[in-house]
């Protein structure tokens, strides 16, 4: 029997990654490119994302940066146009660009659950809204949101992040059933505990890293690039009737007990 050799091929698709400069944003990008995609980086800082575009660019593959803040609704919507005009449609975009705030229920300020929630929610939303827009009009495609292993579950000291990431959940439900018809999927990746450098903190905190490592089946944290594979299956040709869905990526975490 003949093997299909394109059933992760994203050769001629242009994909957009927010935080993309460091972490899972870039595992994803990587594992894009090194499928065929065209790559469009993003981040806030202009010297660290040419740093990684350079990275892929030296081992061949077709990969640019756009640096903006995914909260600025001008700039996303700026920064999609150029895309689209240098390269005539967007095909994916992973709404990946998040923060965490962690602080008890108790003390939490309300203007860092606003910029939690202005981050890891309200900015996904612009950002799934106008790449359909563009893609509706060249065809179709497919956007990927970040949520997370929390937001089904809780633990203390990050309400605004859990409900964020629960609320995307449902947005990514909410835009998969609106966008089919316009060949539009729309899918989330669930992560567990990753070791990126955002989780540096934890990973240095002794019995936080043993309990991490106790409570995962798998017996470990997950390495950014382990998010890459799912990535690449959600936008390519394997996950062509995959829409609405919250894929995990956790080590079985989320459904031990």
Request: charged content about 20%.
């Amino acid at each position: 029997m003949a093997i299909a050799t394109t059933l992760f091929d994203l050769t001629g698709r242009t994909i957009l990654i927010t935080g993309a400069s460091r972490g899972i944003g870039f595992a994803m990008a990587k594992a894009c490119a090194e499928h065929g995609a065209r790559v469009v980086l993003n981040g806030r800082d202009p010297a660290t994302l040419a740093e990684k575009v350079d990275a892929l660019a030296a081992a061949g593959h077709a990969a640019e940066g756009e640096a903006f803040d995914v909260t600025d609704e001008a700039a996303t919507i700026a920064a999609l146009d150029r895309i689209v005009a240098r390269h005539g449609a967007l095909h994916g975009a992973i709404a990946n660009a998040g923060v965490q705030h962690r602080v008890p229920v108790l003390d939490f300020p309300t203007a860092d659950f606003r910029r939690v929630v202005e981050t890891n929610l309200t900015a996904c939303f612009v950002l799934g809204r106008e790449a359909a827009k563009r893609m509706a009009a060249t065809g179709g495609g497919a956007i990927i949101n970040t949520v997370s292993m929390l937001g089904p579950i809780a633990r203390p000291t990050v309400p605004a992040y859990i409900a964020a990431k629960e609320g995307l959940r449902a947005l990514t439900r909410a835009m998969a059933v609106e966008l089919g018809a316009k060949g539009i999927r729309v899918n989330a990746i669930a992560p567990g505990y990753v070791a990126t450098e955002m989780n540096t903190a934890l990973i240095e905190n002794e019995p936080f890293n043993a309990w991490v490592i106790g409570r995962t089946p798998m017996g470990r944290w997950a390495q950014p690039e382990e998010l890459g594979g799912a990535a690449v299956f959600l936008m390519s040709p394997a996950g062509a009737f995959v829409s609405g869905h919250i894929l995990s990526v956790d080590g079985a975490m989320s459904v031990a007990v």
